[in-house]
T-cell receptor
């Protein structure tokens, strides 16, 4: 596709369940980012992948959060044992990665924890 | 002190006027500056980016950067009701972590 693709667009789950969110970046983009936007809050950085380098996980809020990127393309963000405070819009962005090029965002996944 | 600060607004301007949105940042190592527009319920959309001191124009939009003052602004000329949205300022470093640090956004209302 032409843009960053995220799925699902909406996810409702019960507290304590695990969830997986998927991001397919723009073709050819080597850098991939996950952010979180909670209601009334700014965008918060979670994790950054650049090519085959070790990811920057410095933004992950707890060890319940993890992410992987397979084959340098699609990424999955996993939240284990979800809590109500995990409710937010999870946004994925990608950029060409060879310099500080602008990041382009997907439509996000709206996660609601009951 | 927040790393990137914006006035939350709302900033209300009449249709056809110039809207001026401002942003200050605290990290002098910041090298790249971005403006995103976010409509309610939608994801951020890139509007402008600027790397060097001075002005950068693209259509009705002008980004201004003053690194000495740690200040970046976005001017929207001939504002339209469709410009009504939240405008997010974001900054990043050129080395190390490239993640964007966002301000909390300024809500712009363009009155018809």
């Amino acid at each position: 596709g032409a843009g960053v693709s995220q799925s699902p667009s909406n996810k409702v789950t019960e507290k304590g369940k695990d969830v997986e969110l998927r991001c397919d970046p723009i073709s050819g983009h080597t850098a991939l980012y996950w952010y979180r936007q909670s209601l009334g809050q700014g965008l918060e950085f979670l994790i950054y992948f650049q090519g085959n380098s070790a990811p920057d996980k410095s933004g992950l809020p707890s060890d319940r959060f993890s992410a992987e990127r397979t084959g340098g393309s699609v990424s999955t963000l996993t939240i284990q044992r979800t809590q109500q405070e995990d409710s937010a819009v999870y946004l994925c962005a990608s950029s060409p990665g060879n310099s500080n090029q602008p990041q382009h965002f997907g439509d996000g996944t709206r996660l609601s924890i009951l | 002190q927040k790393e990137v600060e914006q006035n939350s607004g709302p900033l209300s301007v009449p249709e056809g006027a110039i809207a001026s949105l401002n942003c200050t940042y605290s990290d002098r190592g910041s090298q790249s500056f971005f403006w995103y527009r976010q409509y309610s319920g939608k994801s951020p959309e890139l509007i402008m980016f600027i790397y060097s001191n001075g002005d950068k124009e693209d259509g009705r939009f002008t980004a201004q950067l003053n690194k000495a003052s740690q200040y970046v602004s976005l001017l929207i000329r001939d504002s339209q009701p469709s410009d009504s949205a939240t405008y997010l300022c974001a900054v990043s470093m050129d080395t190390g972590r490239r993640a964007l640090t966002f301000g909390s956004g300024t809500r712009l209302q363009v009155q018809p």
